[in-house]
């Protein structure tokens, strides 16, 4: 499975943006898709999954009830809606796919980055 985040850019704090994964390759609608992001000067976190058949969801406690993971199985596509963002949310959000389900720690496809800044 290849992956390629788009949709990021600068935003003022309380705004909103909408990321996209596109994937190509292999079955995509049979893979849990995940968000992550990595801030400056931190390690990598999860922020959200989305399940392939059951649609179910799981987010980190610092996003939920802010952004929304969603999905396209037929055009391959996964999203990530951030509303109310937050300075702490700049970071560059990578997408990334695992076979495992929406609580799994371990992804074995992983896209490019997409930079998120959100200016106070």
């Known amino acids: 499975v290849q992956l390629q985040a788009s949709g990021g850019g600068l935003v003022q704090a309380g705004g909103s943006l909408r990321l996209s994964c596109a994937a190509s390759?292999?079955?995509?609608?049979?893979?849990?898709m995940g968000w992550f992001r990595r801030a400056p000067g931190k390690e990598r976190e999860f922020v959200a999954a989305?399940?392939?058949?059951?649609?179910?969801?799981h987010y980190a406690d610092s996003v939920r009830g802010r952004f929304t993971v969603s999905r396209d199985n037929a055009k391959n596509t996964v999203y990530l809606q951030m509303n109310s963002l937050k300075p702490e949310d700049t970071a560059v959000y990578f997408c990334?796919?695992?076979?495992?389900?929406?609580?799994?720690?371990?992804?074995?496809?992983w896209g490019q980055g997409t930079l998120v800044t959100v200016s106070s």
């Open positions: 990334a796919a695992n076979s495992f389900g929406v609580r799994a720690t371990r992804y074995d496809y």
């Open positions: 390759g292999r079955t995509f609608s049979s893979y849990t």
């Open positions: 989305i399940g392939w058949t059951d649609l179910s969801t």
